[in-house]
């Protein structure tokens, strides 16, 4: 006796239940991968923008503060918060200042803003994101290196933070 060969045109039930159950769990984890993929790259966006804040402050400050020749004017009325600070110097010793740069912390725009107001330039802002600035001599007896405290924050909802410490020792020792 001839057995006829079955001839099946689809897919029993528990085939079709395997395939959606595995094809679940595929799109589960790929979309659980997208999105810490996603969320970690806002967090390392924010990170990187608030630390080239910082760095830029940081770098504006050394660049100035380095040449000083004379006591900088650093006004603070909170308990140690920036508002102002005054770089003045001299290309030629024993010459009255010929560069004189003004550095101002604006608390509501959390900007650090540096003004040359003799010597040439323009004004502009060295760091955004801002929301604390510190700046004082690490010594005041000796006054021999000023420091600036930075602290930038980026993003929502979830804050990136980051903060430096700019030590500088002038050119010339001040008097």
Sequence with gaps: MRHKA????????????????????????SLAAWFQ????RARSSDYMTAYSQVQNAGYW???DAVQITD?????NPAPA??????LQWSDDEDVEPEHIVVY???????????????????????????????????????KDTLFLEITAQVGEPTVRT??????????????
């Design 104 to 142: 101002t912390f604006d608390v509501d725009l959390r900007e650090l803003t540096r003004t040359p107001t003799l010597g040439g330039g323009t004004s502009m802002v060295v760091a955004q994101y801002v929301t604390s600035v510190k700046c004082d001599w690490t010594d005041p007896v000796t």
């Design 162 to 175: 980051a903060t430096r410490t700019y030590k500088v020792e002038p050119r010339v020792s001040i008097p």
């Design 71 to 75: 006591h900088p004017a650093i006004v």
């Design 61 to 63: 400050f050394s660049r």
């Design 37 to 40: 993929l996603a969320t970690t």
């Design 81 to 86: 918060q920036l508002q102002s600070l005054t």
């Design 6 to 29: 079955l001839h099946r045109n689809g897919f029993t039930l528990i085939e079709l239940t395997i395939a959606i159950s595995i094809a679940t769990l595929v799109a589960g984890a």
